[in-house]
């Protein structure tokens, strides 16, 4: 039996009201599914809204990019930086009637590059937020090719927002000229599918064959012929294994959810193997496994999921992420010594959904 956690009192800084408030200028960052929605229901109370968004098109995530990052693992902090995790086979895992917004159902709609089926591919998700943004007039809150650069809360309450403008494909270095802007409120909506959580792995620094993040996978086509160890058993290792398996030599799978031996080779696979987690790797490119077999490999491939990344943000130390949660947060949403001022939207990265064709 489930048994839920006891709902935290919390106290605002200035406790809400049942009576209408004054307009308020508020920042969004990003545009993609959270931002536009935020920005929406922000603009709907009568609230001044603005949308800073690095890209030039609305979608965040949903973008997609073939290209990839300089450092393949995600490790680099100067490494070329791309938003997009999206491979090109994607599809929803959940089906498109769990996707929309309430006042805006994920329908298909006719067209030839539209795709009708009910786990449509990336495209339709990123067509369906274009077609949200289009219809409620929300692009012309957006200030596209944006970075905001710091957020930080000053001594009266408000927020100070500094960004700058993007030329061509790149920022320009760290002494182009920024914008300085006050705000009531900043609401954060800058995802957390960008910045790679790659695992820690025994010796690799000394194992010579190549390491990626899933952050970094577009196709099967670089995978051809090699022998591969894949950590992970969510929904994109799920699928890049698979994917893989096509073209690759062998796969093994490294996971957590296997702890005594090798399972063996996944059902309708002749070259997927489950393992436990790696024990350790070798200079002779060798990777040993925590049940005791050896395989030698040619790359490492970490579906490991995403580190909460927020290097604009500074409020002296009240909002903090610590082992990957941000917090302190009510709702997932709300810091309480800065509410309703800041907020976030879009943190969970597990939900319940319930759904019914009744």
Not at 132 to 160: I, P
Request: aromatic share 12%.
């Amino acid at each position: 039996m489930i048994v839920p956690a006891p709902v935290p009192t919390v106290r605002f800084s200035n406790p809400p009201t049942m009576y209408p408030i004054a307009s308020k200028n508020v920042a969004v960052i990003g545009a993609g599914a959270a931002g536009l929605i935020a920005a929406h229901e922000l603009r709907q109370e009568g609230h001044k809204v603005v949308v800073f968004e690095r890209e030039n098109q609305v979608g965040g995530i949903w973008v997609y990019n073939p290209a990839t990052e300089s450092d393949s693992l995600g490790v680099d902090p100067t490494r070329n930086l791309i938003h997009s995790s999206l491979y090109a086979s994607l599809r929803t895992n959940l089906p498109r009637e769990v996707m929309g917004f309430r006042s805006y159902p994920f329908l298909y709609k006719r067209g030839s590059h539209r795709d009708p089926r009910r786990f449509p591919g990336h495209r339709e998700v990123w067509e369906y937020l274009k077609d949200f943004a289009v219809d409620f007039k929300l692009c012309g809150l957006v200030r596209f090719g944006t970075e905001v650069w710091h957020v930080g809360l000053m001594e009266n309450g408000k927020w100070k927002v500094t960004s700058r403008k993007r030329e061509g494909n790149a920022y320009n270095d760290r002494n182009q000229e920024k914008l300085d802007e006050v705000y009531d409120a900043v609401v954060v909506c800058n995802g957390h599918y960008t910045e790679p959580r790659p695992a820690e792995i025994p010796g690799v620094e000394g194992w010579p064959g190549k390491q990626i993040h899933s952050h970094n996978y577009r196709d099967p086509e670089p995978f051809r012929d090699q022998v591969v160890v894949l950590i992970g058993s969510a929904a994109s290792a799920d699928d890049i294994s698979r994917e893989i398996a096509k073209v690759s030599k062998e796969v093994h799978i490294a996971s957590r959810s296997v702890q005594n031996g090798i399972i063996g080779k996944l059902a309708g696979y002749d070259n997927i193997y489950h393992h436990s987690m790696i024990e350790s790797t070798q200079g002779d490119g060798s990777v040993a496994f925590q049940e005791g077999s050896v395989v030698y490999a040619d790359i490492i491939l970490h579906c490991t999921g995403y580190k909460y990344h927020f290097p604009f943000l500074e409020t002296d130390g009240i909002v903090t992420v610590d082992d990957n949660r941000v917090g302190p947060l009510y709702k997932h949403i709300f810091p309480p010594a800065l509410a309703p001022w800041l907020s976030f939207v879009g943190l969970p990265w597990k939900v319940f959904c319930r759904y019914s064709m009744f």
